[in-house]
């Protein structure tokens, strides 16, 4: 198991976690305050209004707008077992009244002038599994494996949870990542979720309505829960107040994390002091170099992730087939971490350079498999196709950085690429050529961006003159800095 070191580097408005593996940066998380929601958040409401009409609620949780409530999102009464689809729904009316208390949690943010929607339907989400404290069922994800492993895993929850009559209060769902979970794992989880919902029922009963009884965590308690592991080092935070927030935490859900906490209090800025600044550049460019000379060019698209791999100025090798073989191994390594530093999620096309041997086939794939198998989210990889690809999924977590931290380039309209300015030279003279045969303006006036400008009034000038005389009006041309090279305007004068 690699050695681990976490970093943190938190400000008001964002939350930034590297995590270090050997030397090398390996995750990116980023967490911004104004994009966190509300989703998952236990309020204690207090009901403002019942509309029979609609079957549904105004609920008062203390935000500016009231949440909204449906018949559909409340719990079966008195904890009963859930309404058959042939039941008839108990009327909202008859559940709930004007100035009562309920516990609710948002399960969708406000948008507009809709206020958030609420569910009394309460769980709470741990690293592997779902809590449900008002219910006593063990559920299993379908994507799950096979029938016999789901029950198996059920067996084993029930064995750590215990039974309702034996004192084990709540239902669990395991989700995917619980599929290799060992006991101590599932075990921690299950301690940490029961105390978390400990609390809420705590805080209900003591504090007014419209308090916030539970949020879900923010990144930085994330680390602590989700990212530390026994090969986990330190964890170095830049905040000291941050610092003594996590401490207190820790000390609460996870009292074997805390001795890894340390406040960093060097003066230079603890992402530049390790390089990681550097990383987070490299993560959004398209190419990324392999020490060997060879290089990846990595292209995400809606669909799917396409990985293309190249020798670039490698030569090191006595023979071609060699050369192949040793730049695809080291792009097995190099892809498996460019996915978790980029998160990249969903389908993954890897294009290795082609290999005549099936043997150095086999080793560039068992390399791949083995560098993946560090990655925390599920991947599984296919094997070459027909046409020497490289198949795989990854399973899609969050959004990828570069979603996080970049939106689509206005100038190319995401097409990654923009006309070159003879090209837009040509669009210019059709479309004077298309308004002269409307309108019959005394000239025709072009604003463009300067390059396409000059080109006009050089290389192109023959064509303009020719068009001008052609239409039997002069053509004149204003240059507009801040005009990207495929904008112009064509003004009648």
């Not at 805390?258 to 003066?267: C, Q, S």
Request: with cysteine.
């Amino acid at each position: 198991m690699p050695n681990q070191d976490i970093l943190i580097n938190w400000a008001p408005q964002e939350t930034r976690v590297a995590v270090i593996e050997n030397g090398a940066v390996q995750e990116l998380h980023v967490e911004r305050a104004l994009e966190r929601g509300l989703v998952g958040n236990i309020y204690l409401g207090k009901v403002a209004r019942v509309l029979p009409g609609m079957q549904s609620a105004f609920i008062d949780i203390g935000l500016e707008r009231a949440a909204f409530l449906h018949v559909a999102d409340l719990h079966p009464p008195n904890g009963g077992p859930k309404r058959a689809d042939d039941v008839p729904q108990v009327p909202i009316e008859r559940q709930v009244f004007e100035g009562q208390t309920l516990t609710v949690q948002v399960v969708k943010d406000p948008i507009g002038t809709k206020g958030a929607r609420l569910t009394t339907q309460v769980s709470i989400a741990g690293r592997m599994l779902v809590y449900l404290p008002q219910d006593n069922h063990i559920g299993i994800s379908q994507k799950i494996g096979s029938p016999e492993a789901r029950e198996q895993l059920r067996a084993r929850m029930l064995a750590l949870v215990g039974r309702p009559e034996d004192g084990g209060g709540g239902g669990f769902i395991l989700r995917t990542n619980a599929e290799e979970a060992s006991d101590t794992e599932l075990g921690d989880d299950i301690a940490y979720l029961r105390k978390a919902w400990g609390l809420v029922r705590e805080r209900a009963t003591s504090q007014p309505a419209g308090s916030l009884l539970h949020q879900d965590l923010n990144l930085a308690e994330r680390v602590l829960r989700d990212l530390t592991t026994e090969a986990t080092q330190a964890i170095r935070i830049d905040s000291k107040m941050q610092f003594d927030a996590l401490r207190t935490f820790g000390r609460t859900y996870m009292p074997a994390a805390v001795a890894k906490l340390e406040h960093y209090k060097g003066e230079r800025p603890i992402f530049d002091l390790f390089g990681i600044e550097e990383d987070v550049a490299r993560a959004l460019a398209r190419r990324v170099d392999l020490k060997s000379g060879g290089y990846l060019i990595i292209d995400q698209t809606e669909a799917l992730t396409t990985v293309d791999v190249n020798t670039g100025g490698f030569v090191g090798a006595r023979n071609f087939d060699d050369t192949i073989f040793k730049t695809n191994l080291e792009a097995a390594g190099s892809i498996a971490r460019q996915l978790r530093l980029r998160n990249l999620g969903g389908i993954i096309i890897v294009d290795f350079i082609d290999m005549t041997r099936e043997e150095h086939q086999q080793a560039v794939l068992a390399e791949f498999r083995k560098q993946l198998a560090r990655d925390r989210t599920k991947t599984t990889v296919s094997g070459f196709t027909q046409l020497g690809l490289v198949e795989m999924t990854r399973k899609r977590t969050r959004e990828s950085l570069a979603h996080m931290l970049c939106e689509p380039c206005p100038t190319c309209e995401a097409r990654g690429q923009i006309k070159t300015a003879r090209s837009v030279c040509y669009d210019i003279l059709r479309e004077i050529l298309r308004e002269a045969r409307q309108f019959h303006p005394k000239e025709f006036r072009v604003i463009a961006s300067a390059a396409v400008v000059e080109m006009l009034l050089d290389e192109e000038s023959v064509h303009l003159a020719g068009l001008s005389e052609f239409i039997g009006k002069p053509i004149s041309l204003s240059a507009e800095p801040t005009m990207n090279p495929e904008q112009y305007d064509i003004v009648l004068m």
